[in-house]
Every structure is written in C-alpha cells, then in structure tokens.
C-alpha cells in the first residue's frame, strides 16, 4: 500500500467515502479468466482501488483483463513479472486450482496482500504451508468466499443463534446443473486451458470448483470443521474424456453427530445451488440470493382441542416457506463478492485479518481434499490433529 | 339389519301402548343425538384459512355456499380489492350507499369507537399504509410532516352513518375494517349454520372463532386452544391454555404475529389514531369472549392497544366482556392473566 501509518480506521462501508489519493490500493491481477474479469468489473466502481496490472497467457483473457484495468495498466503473462513491481500492493490471484499455492507463495515472498480465489489450495500440505506463510509474512491474506461477507449468511447465522431452527442435525448441500460444463474453445491447443475443471491435473472437480463454496458455508454455521467423511462419486452420465467426477456424494460428520450431505450432479438443475439446514423446529432453505423457513409442525396440542384461538396466521406462514429477509428496508442488494473486496480492502486498511483467511480456507480445502479422496478410495476419511496446527 | 328390525317390531306389539310411547320418545331423541357426525369444511379467504366443524346426521351445508357468502363479504369489506365498496368508498370524496356488510360493521365499529374513546378506530387506514402495514409497500418509515397531514384524516367522528348512507366529513377519509371483519364473517356464517337448523358447530376463521353446543357422537364440550405467542412469523404456535365454551365467540389480537422489522426495531402494527405513531406496551395477545365475534374481534384490538391496567379497567364496566392475556413482566418473563369470568371456561 502506497498509504502511510496512522490511517483512520475505515469501515466496511469504505469505498462510499472517497479516499485520498495517497491512499490508493494499487492492485494486480492475475488470471484474468471469467472470475477475474467479473472481479475487475466489480472493483472498476471502487473508489481507492487501481488495477494497475493483469497477468494472463490466453491472449483474449488478458486483454478483457487490459480493457478493465485503469489507463496505462501493465500487462504480463508470467505472473512473476507482475511481483516483481514494487509499487503493487496486492494481487487477486484467479488462476486453476492447482496454481493458487505457487502464486499465493510467489506473491506472498514479493510482500503482496493476497486475494486467492477459492478453493485455497489442490491438496493437504500446500494447505497446511500456506498457513505457516501467511503466519510469517505479516500480510493481509483473503481467500475468495464471498458468502461470509453476504448479508443472506449473516442473517441465517443470526437466526440460528437465535434457536429459531431448534436443535440442527443436518445439512443438506447441493450443487447441480445440467450441462457438460464446458466452454467453448477457439483453438483446440487451448483445449486443456479453458476446460481445466475436466482434469484432475488442475483441480478437484465439482467437490473444489463447485461445492467448495456450500462445504466452507457449513465450517462457517457450525464454526467447525468436519471430524469425517465418506462418499462416492463417478463419471458416469459425461463420458467425454473427462477425469473428473461428473457426480459426487459425501457425507461430512461434524462434532456433536451433525451431519452435512454434499452433492453435485452434473444432470439435473433442479434448485441448482441450494442448502437445506435442518432443525428439530423448522427448516432453512438458502438459494442463491434467498432463504426461506419452513416451520416444523410438530410441537403443538393441536390434535388435542377443537379449535385455536390466536392472532390471524398469514395464508402463507402455514406449510410454506416464509422469505427470511435480510439487510435494511430499500438498502441496494449488491453482488456478494462486492462485500467480500470491501472488507479485503478495509482489512489492508486496518491491518486486520479477514473473516475469510487462510486458516478457514485451509479448512475449506482439506475437507474438500478428504471427501475426493473417500469418493477415490471408497473409505471413510479422518481429519488428523495435525491439520490444524 | 333389516330382519333384526322386523323382530324388534314384533316384539314391541307386545308392550303396552303408554310406555311404548314414552319410551319411543326419549329414545328417539337420544339415538338422533348420538347420530350426529361432524362435518367439516376447511378452506381460505380473507388472506387466511378457515374451518367449520358442523354436527349434523347428514350433510347440509356444502363448501360453495361458504365461499360464495365470502365472496360476497369480499366484495363489500376487502379493501384488497379496488371494486369492493370498501375501496369505493374510500375513493370516494363524499361517500357511498352501503350494503347489508359495510353498514353493520361500520355501526359496530362507531360503537366500539364511542365505547372505547376512540382507542378502537377504523379511520386509522392511511396511518396503517405510513407504517408499512396496509395494502402498499412502503420502505421507509413516516416523518413528523406526514403523520400531522395523515391525522387530518384520521378520526371517527369525520363518518357518518345515515340509513343507507356511509359519509365522510373530509374527502380524504378511509376505513379499514380488518380489525373486525373476520369476526363479522364468522358470525355471518355461524348464523347461516343455525338458519339452516344446526345446533352445534364450531366456525374459525383466521383464528377467530364461534362456537355453539357439543360435539358428537362424543357427546363432550368442544374445546379452545389458546396459542402461545411466538417469537416469528413463521413458528408453528402451540397452546397456552385450553377454554370450552358452549356458546359464544372467542378472538385473538396478538402483538407477535404482525410487526415490521426496521433495522434493530420491531415496529408495532398497533397505531394509535390520535398520535399516529405505533404503540408499544407489555401486552403480547389479548383473548377475549363475548356473545358475538364481531363484538369480541372490535375489542381485541382495543383491548390490546390499551395495555393491561387499562385494559382491566375497562373490562370492570364491560361485564359482556372477559378476556384472557398474555403478556411481559417488566423483567422480561411472560405470564398471563384473565378475567374472573374468562377463568371459569379454562380447563
Ligand atoms: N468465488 C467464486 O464465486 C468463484 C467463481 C468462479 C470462479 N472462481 C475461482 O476462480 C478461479 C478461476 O476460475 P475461472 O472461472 O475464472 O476460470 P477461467 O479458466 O475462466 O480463468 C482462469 C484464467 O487463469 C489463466 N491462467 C492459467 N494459467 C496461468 C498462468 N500461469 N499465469 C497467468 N494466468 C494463467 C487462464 O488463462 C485463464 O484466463 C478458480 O479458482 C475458480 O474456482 C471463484
């Protein structure tokens, strides 16, 4: 940061305010794919943020990246280039999985704030090292789960807290869609480039691409990580060639016997994006921008009497689902990730660490790693005591 | 079957006359007792559901000639629907001539209005459209500027009722009956039940209720489950307490179900019509039982809007009246009360 010591202590509301020029964020991009070119859109309307760099080897993907970026902003295509200008303060890191550990090591040796897209890592041990780097650097390091930052979360947290769902016993999390999950290619050498999540080689498939988001969802409600995990998947429906699953299930145990499904089809859209969290009292079901509870109705003497007496029910507060609102009357709903760059900001700002940080990303990356690996081998996974050390 | 009745017949030629009369008598009358079945029709309208529970030995009553007496209130009371002589009325700079409906809720209402000192006030509409409650949505809440403009509209004595006519001394004027009408709509129909000869019966809508007789074959008091408020809209309640009554209506307004979320505040759906501004006291529901539910309904939400001294004060000079509450201790605790009245029905 080009900022000096003793800042005011900014907000989550921060880019509301214009902020001096000296103080200015001057950030690059690394991976300027479809989640950094969205990323670049979104910081575009930040005030005090400068994207002064993209970093990209497919050629139209860094120049989508240029056309978002601030006037005169570098190009790279080795991402180490990049590092090396010491007037960038932090780097988005939007890459395949498998070049997230690294980069998010490069950047961090270069002295860079880290914004690493999600999931955090391929496998355990870069999991558990980034830990250790991200400990030593002193650096401000965010990995890329936008729903911690969403009021939607935050208000199902609140009602949880609040004992509206009773006692919880599961989780019910799915990630469909009904499409081969491929992009389109212009030329065929980029074939493994654009359609990295077909392979195994790049990354976790459906468990780290897609259901990563509903697992660190569940770490986050719970504020745990699970204790085991069994499950199965195949390639079964999209024989392409593929070497990744094209359907999941698992099974995540968390302390107290609570249990969360994890599953994603690649074949049927039905409720594509959804958790059920289910309670002795009611249900939530979170979608995409959207809650509902479903009230449990068990617990009245209702069988016992002829009639009740009570204040009129709303037609649609009975069997159905009530709308779980959330952020102030007529306040503008923005994109989730909009918060999520907010507080990373304000986090290098205020020298905080954010709420998605390396230690709950490395949680969200082993039990991604420990439920392929129980689908792989077809037994149950333990999470060891050295994960979290 | 059929032959067994031919044997009984045989047998009784032999009985003298006198006590085969008597006797066929009382008989009569108790086995057509304990023919009675229930029937029920369940359904919604109004926004909510309703369920009749009649006792009868065969079907008289059919769900259409139900939802077509609602429908008929709709068209009059619902202020939902822009044609209904509610809404007409409320366009209307002078007034409308009313219907059966509109002219006994509005007498009841003036009534309860008089009776209550204003507490109880169906001119509140355009205040209940500031706070969010009404028929617009609304984002924000009223300012001091609106709420003093919205008051010149506001108050009872601005109607007046003439024979067939509804007036309105400023053109601004609306009513809302909502506080009362389900309790009307209940007492419609539970006086459809007994045009058409039946003497026990129980009709809820929306929680309001009326009730009348015992039910069968048990041949037992029917009962009342009064609910448990909850802390959300979307909680199943369960009972708090269990009241039978022969005959009369039970209602409940309840401060739990209705409010408005604003940042940390709960707004409360209760106005008070001379302020305009929402109300807030430690009641939570107010149960009350009079001869008719549109009596119990009107002063349910008064009752409410009162709080409980006044509440029971009141009720010392409405002996028509019992009522149960429920509501919060200064320390926070919920506990409930009722009228020396209201206890002899508790189970
Ligand atoms: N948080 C979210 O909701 C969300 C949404 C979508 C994607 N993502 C994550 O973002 C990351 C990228 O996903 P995507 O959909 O943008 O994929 P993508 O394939 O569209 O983009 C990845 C980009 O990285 C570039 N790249 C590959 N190797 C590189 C290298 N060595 N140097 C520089 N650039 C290189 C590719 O050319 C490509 O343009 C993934 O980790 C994904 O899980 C997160």
Avoid at chain 1, 120 to 147: C, H, W
Avoid at chain 1, 226 to 231: L, N, Q, S
């Amino acid at each position: 940061m080009t900022a000096l010591a003793g800042l005011a202590v900014v907000g989550s509301s921060a880019w509301a305010k214009p902020v001096a020029k000296a103080d200015v964020i001057r950030l690059g991009m690394i991976g300027t794919g479809a989640r950094g070119a969205g990323l670049a859109t979104l910081i575009q309307k930040m005030p005090g943020i400068e994207l002064v760099a993209c970093c990209d080897n497919i050629p139209e993907h860094l120049q989508k990246g240029m056309s978002l970026a601030k006037k005169g902003a570098k190009a790279y295509t080795d991402y180490r280039k990049l590092l090396d200008d010491k007037s960038i303060d932090a780097v988005i890191i939007a890459t395949p999985l498998y070049l997230h550990y690294p980069m998010a090591v490069a950047a961090l040796q270069a002295g860079k704030h880290v914004y690493l897209e999600k999931s955090m890592t391929y496998d355990i041990p870069q999991a558990i090292d980034l830990v250790k780097k991200v400990r030593e650097s002193n650096l401000i390091f965010q990995v890329g789960y936008q729903y911690r930052y969403y009021g939607l979360y935050h208000r199902v947290k609140e009602v949880i807290d609040q004992n509206w769902l009773g006692k919880i016993t599961h989780f019910e999390c799915q990630y469909n869609r009904n499409s081969n999950w491929r992009f389109p290619v212009s030329d065929p050498k980029l074939e493994r480039a654009i359609n990295w999540r077909m392979h195994r080689e790049y990354c976790g498939g459906p468990l780290s691409e897609l259901c990563a988001h509903e697992i660190d969802v569940v770490n986050f409600m719970l504020n745990a990580h699970p204790t085991k995990v069994v499950g199965l998947g195949g390639i079964n429906y999209w024989k392409d060639g593929r070497d990744t699953f094209d359907n999941i299930r698992t099974v995540y145990d968390y302390p107290n016997g609570v249990k969360a499904s994890v599953t994603s089809v690649l074949s049927n859209a039905y409720n594509g994006y959804s958790i059920r969290i289910l309670g002795d009292k009611a249900t939530v079901e979170i979608l995409r921008d959207k809650a509902f509870i479903y009230a449990e109705s068990t617990n009245n003497a209702k069988g016992t009497v002829d009639g009740v007496t009570g204040a009129t029910l709303a037609v649609t507060t009975q069997g159905k689902g009530v709308e779980l609102k959330f952020g102030e009357p007529g306040e503008e709903k923005l994109e989730p990730t909009t918060y999520a760059l907010q507080d990373f900001f304000s986090c290098i700002k205020t020298k905080k660490q954010p709420i998605s940080n390396v230690e709950t990303g490395r949680d969200g990356s082993i039990s991604i790693h420990m439920g392929n690996a129980a689908a792989d081998t077809e037994t149950v996974q333990f999470w060891k005591p050295e994960y979290a050390a | 079957m059929c032959r067994m009745q031919v044997k009984r017949l045989k047998k009784v030629t032999l009985w003298r006359l006198g006590s085969l009369l008597t006797m066929l008598f009382g008989f009569t009358q108790f086995q057509q007792l304990t023919e009675l079945k229930p029937f029920q029709l369940t359904g919604l309208a109004q926004g909510t559901t309703y369920a009749i529970t009649y006792y009868s030995q065969r079907e008289i009553i059919q769900k259409p000639q139900i939802d077509s007496i609602f429908s008929r209130l709709d068209q009059s009371l619902s202020i939902y629907s822009p044609t209904s002589l509610i809404s007409r009325f409320n366009q209307s700079a002078t007034g409308v001539e009313t219907d059966m409906h509109l002219r006994q809720v509005v007498q009841k209402s003036l009534a309860i209005f008089n009776e209550t000192a204003g507490v109880f006030d169906i001119t509140v509409h355009p205040l209940v459209n500031a706070w969010g409650f009404g028929t617009e949505k609304v984002t924000t809440l009223p300012d001091s500027a609106t709420i003093k403009s919205l008051l010149a509209c506001v108050g009872s004595e601005k109607l007046r009722l003439n024979q067939n006519w509804l007036r309105k001394t400023v053109p601004c004027t609306r009513i809302d009956v909502n506080g009362i009408a389900q309790g009307y709509s209940v007492d419609v129909i539970a006086n459809y039940l007994e045009k058409h000869g039946i003497r026990n019966y129980m009709v809820e809508v929306g929680g309001e209720i009326r009730v009348k007789g015992r039910k069968y074959p048990q041949n037992t008091p029917m009962s009342i489950g009064i609910e448990t408020p909850t802390k959300n809209e979307f909680e199943s309640a369960s009972i708090q307490t269990v009241i039978e009554v022969n005959q009369g209506a039970v209602t409940t307004s309840g401060n739990y179900r209705k409010y408005r979320q604003v940042g940390p505040n709960r707004i409360s759906h209760i106005i008070n019509p001379k302020t305009g501004y929402t109300s807030q006291n430690e009641l939570i529901s107010v149960t009350v039982m009079a001869h008719d539910a549109i009596i119990a309904d009107g002063y349910d939400n008064a009752l409410l809007a009162m709080g409980l001294s006044q509440a029971l004060a009141f009720l010392k000079h409405h002996q028509n009246l019992d009522a149960y509450f429920i509501y919060q201790k200064s320390n926070g605790a919920i506990t409930d009360t009722a009228t020396a009245g209201f206890y002899k029905f508790m189970r």
